[in-house]
């Protein structure tokens, strides 16, 4: 196989492809030239894109060439050029003992789109997930937290500390034991005992039993009872 010629030849063909975006790199002592690639949309302003820079080797189509990857955009974290490269090693390998390079730099167009199509999916789930998250975090402030015997006992023992209940409580238990006077003087017990003693010091009570005659000594007859009348003296008139 001529190597040169095939090399010159493919050269020529992709200078015809790409016209204007292929840019020759070297020429000696082998050709070394960047083709740009990019995803769908990327013209639009988002999307990902990189060069592909190709160097043949002495033997080259029966070798692979070497490939390089640079001047990425947007790939940032989320796409490895090394991922791209490995793609691209394995489509040469089924490709080696014919010119490939169109073929490489089409399976890198077609990777591209791939990763940005799955870019763009997840970027979608992110936004879906964060508005179900915004709307169940709203639908959650209407609802309110369920109470159960726990938090509601300790809500209230916070609500009392910040109402300052606990210390209104202490206060009136102390108010409590101070007694008003009436309370001190029913709940003074030498006042009892200054009665029981002035009953014992004191002089007995008498009484003058002749002031009492017996009813039986009266000379009470029916008959006067019969007659008498209170209020009226003497004989019943006409």
Not at 57 to 77: A, G
Not at 130 to 145: H, I, L
Not at 183 to 199: A, M, P, Y
Request: include cysteine.
């Amino acid at each position: 196989m001529d190597y040169q010629y095939e090399q010159a030849s493919e050269v020529e063909a992709l200078d015809s492809i790409y016209c204007g975006d292929m840019q020759i790199l070297q020429v000696a002592p082998f050709h070394k030239f960047s083709i740009p690639i990019k995803s769908e949309s990327y013209d639009d302003g988002d999307g990902l894109a990189c060069e592909l820079v190709f160097t043949y080797t002495s033997k080259y189509p029966e070798e692979l060439p070497v490939v390089e990857v640079s001047n990425e955009e947007n790939f940032d974290d989320v796409v490895d050029k090394n991922e791209l490269l490995e793609h691209l090693v394995e489509q040469g390998k089924e490709n080696v003992g014919m010119v490939m390079v169109f073929t490489l730099v089409s399976a890198g167009q077609e990777w591209l789109n791939e990763k940005w199509d799955l870019i763009k999916k997840q970027r979608e789930e992110q936004i879906l997930a964060k508005k179900k998250a915004d709307e169940e975090a709203e639908m959650k402030r209407f609802e309110g937290t369920r109470v159960t015997v726990e938090s509601f006992l300790a809500w209230r023992k916070q609500f009392e500390i910040d109402m300052g209940i606990p210390a209104k409580r202490e206060k009136e238990s102390k108010d409590k034991t101070k007694l008003t006077g009436k309370e001190l003087f029913l709940r003074d017990t030498t006042l009892n005992e200054s009665d029981l003693k002035f009953l014992d010091d004191g002089d007995a009570v008498k009484v003058d039993e002749s002031l009492f005659q017996d009813l039986d000594d009266l000379d009470i007859s029916d008959e006067d009872d019969e007659d008498y009348i209170p209020g009226q003296s003497g004989s019943e008139s006409d």
